[in-house]
């Protein structure tokens, strides 16, 4: 199971921390994507971490402002967004797969969902 949380209401050029917990499911062993979506448009790949946390990628509307990163130990992956934007309005979802070497951004080699954590940028 994956649990999302850390959203939120956040001014423009503000920062939120996202984590994404797991349990039952080895983060050292999958790799974890996130993934936002708004409601009436299609879900998109934010970032994904590979299970070593030696690989990760980035869409690029974010690539400057986002950092993904993950503590084994605690079996959590994190998302730091930075200089947030009006456009980053979204529920944010993290997913998890041992599909992939490395790290993917396709939603469709993503075996485990986490619900979703609603982050809002507004003044």
Do not use: H
Request: glycine share 12%; charged share 15%.
């Amino acid at each position: 199971q994956l649990q999302a949380s850390g959203g939120g209401l956040v001014q423009p050029g503000g920062s939120l921390r996202l984590s994404c917990a797991a349990s039952g499911l080895l983060l050292n062993a999958n790799a974890i994507g996130w993934f936002r979506q708004v409601p009436g448009k299609e879900r998109e790949a934010v970032s994904c971490i590979s299970g070593s946390g030696r690989a990760t990628n980035y869409m690029n509307s974010v690539k400057d402002r986002f950092i993904i990163s993950k503590d084994n130990a605690k079996n959590t992956v994190y998302l730091q967004m930075n200089s947030l934007e009006p456009e980053d309005t979204a529920i944010y979802y993290c997913a998890g797969t041992s599909r992939v070497y490395g790290c993917a951004l396709n939603p469709d080699v993503y075996t485990y969902w986490g619900q979703g954590t609603q982050v809002t940028v507004s003044s």
